[in-house]
């Protein structure tokens, strides 16, 4: 997925170690609005080389791997062999995966990348950040109730992921319409070989608008949060979301004042204002509060 967003989240003072980031590039996002992109496709013969010049110079120690949107088998399987090789190196590296395959019922990436999704992708993955629609492609099951929910968070910690992050779902909100839900599960093996696993829910406010690059950098900055929270999914979750935020409301605001009164702002207008959200991204105001939902021992 290529991200500006996702890249220079990252560069946040608060996440200084080393993080490798895999994806595709585009000038423009596909869906960003725009009415024309250009940019060219990452193959995986193009990756492979990237990877093999990264070997030479013996810079393959790395803490964190981040990867979203592909469209390709080949280059999959590639990112697949890569997180592999750089596991073995660094057995500590965590791996965050967004898999980018569809939103609303539809898929934007050929069907045929799911099995590698189900098969070899996500049993790699630390940490995962499906919306409702990936999280059922994935399980095979629908989410209906909160319930149901919890139950597909259990199906994908089967297939490997630590922790698990529903970004977004149908289901409805306690607090009205205008809010989303999201859901988050994280095991934690203790000394003694048992499981901790803490679930939790939290109600978004939503913003009328489009937006590109908010899934970049929601992975990101989960990723830099349970860095610094690796055991407290609650603490990291109400700070991604925080920041995520005081991002889109400050780009709402830029964008309606340059649209001018009765306008509808442009692509152009509503891009992230990342930058001048620096100081909300190293320090955020908790404005989202996450519910526990349960904490068990396994």
């Given at each position: 997925?290529?991200?500006?967003?996702?890249?220079?989240?990252?560069?946040?003072?608060?996440?200084?170690?080393?993080?490798?980031?895999?994806?595709?590039?585009?000038?423009?996002?596909?869906?960003?609005?725009y009415?024309?992109?250009?940019?060219?496709?990452?193959?995986?013969?193009?990756?492979?080389?990237?990877y093999?010049?990264?070997?030479?110079?013996?810079?393959?120690?790395?803490?964190y791997?981040?990867?979203?949107?592909?469209?390709?088998?080949?280059?999959?399987?590639?990112?697949?062999?890569?997180?592999?090789?750089l596991?073995?190196?660094?057995?500590?590296?965590?791996?965050?995966?967004?898999?980018?395959?569809?939103?609303?019922?539809?898929?934007?990436?050929p069907?045929?990348?799911?099995?590698?999704?189900?098969?070899?992708?996500?049993?790699?993955?630390?940490?995962?950040?499906?919306?409702?629609?990936?999280?059922?492609?994935?399980?095979?099951?629908?989410?209906?109730?909160?319930?149901?929910?919890?139950?597909?968070?259990?199906?994908?910690?089967?297939?490997?992921?630590?922790?698990?992050?529903?970004?977004?779902?149908?289901?409805?909100?306690?607090?009205?319409?205008?809010?989303?839900?999201?859901?988050?599960?994280?095991?934690?093996l203790?000394?003694?070989?048992?499981?901790?696993?803490?679930?939790?829910c939290?109600?978004?406010?939503?913003?009328?608008?489009?937006?590109?690059?908010?899934?970049?950098?929601?992975?990101?900055?989960?990723?830099?949060?349970?860095?610094?929270?690796?055991?407290?999914?609650?603490?990291?979750?109400?700070?991604?979301?925080?920041i995520m935020?005081?991002?889109?409301?400050?780009?709402?605001?830029?964008?309606?004042e340059?649209?001018?009164?009765?306008?509808?702002?442009?692509?152009?207008q509503?891009?992230?204002?990342?930058?001048?959200?620096?100081?909300?991204?190293?320090?955020?105001?908790?404005?989202?509060?996450?519910?526990?939902?349960?904490?068990?021992?396994?």
């Amino acid at each position: 997925m290529c991200s500006y967003f996702a890249v220079s989240s990252l560069l946040s003072p608060r996440c200084r170690r080393r993080t490798l980031w895999l994806g595709v590039k585009f000038g423009l996002h596909v869906n960003s609005g725009y009415a024309h992109w250009k940019g060219q496709v990452l193959t995986a013969e193009e990756l492979n080389e990237l990877y093999e010049g990264i070997k030479l110079n013996k810079v393959t120690h790395y803490d964190y791997i981040l990867t979203g949107y592909s469209r390709d088998t080949s280059f999959l399987e590639m990112v697949v062999d890569i997180i592999q090789e750089l596991k073995k190196a660094n057995p500590s590296l965590v791996y965050v995966c967004d898999p980018v395959m569809g939103d609303h019922g539809a898929m934007y990436v050929p069907e045929k990348l799911l099995p590698v999704y189900k098969d070899k992708v996500v049993p790699l993955a630390d940490i995962l950040t499906p919306n409702q629609f990936e999280a059922e492609l994935l399980t095979g099951r629908k989410i209906k109730s909160e319930q149901d929910a919890i139950e597909v968070m259990d199906l994908l910690h089967k297939m490997g992921p630590e922790t698990v992050v529903l970004t977004s779902t149908d289901l409805t909100s306690k607090q009205g319409d205008q809010f989303l839900v999201a859901f988050g599960s994280q095991k934690i093996l203790k000394p003694d070989g048992t499981n901790t696993i803490q679930k939790i829910c939290m109600d978004i406010p939503k913003a009328d608008a489009v937006f590109v690059g908010t899934g970049d950098l929601f992975a990101a900055m989960l990723l830099a949060w349970t860095h610094h929270h690796p055991k407290d999914l609650k603490t990291a979750c109400e700070k991604t979301v925080s920041i995520m935020h005081h991002v889109i409301q400050r780009t709402i605001t830029y964008a309606n004042e340059m649209a001018g009164p009765g306008k509808r702002p442009s692509p152009a207008q509503l891009e992230l204002r990342m930058v001048q959200s620096k100081a909300d991204i190293e320090n955020p105001a908790i404005v989202v509060a996450a519910k526990v939902l349960q904490k068990s021992a396994q």
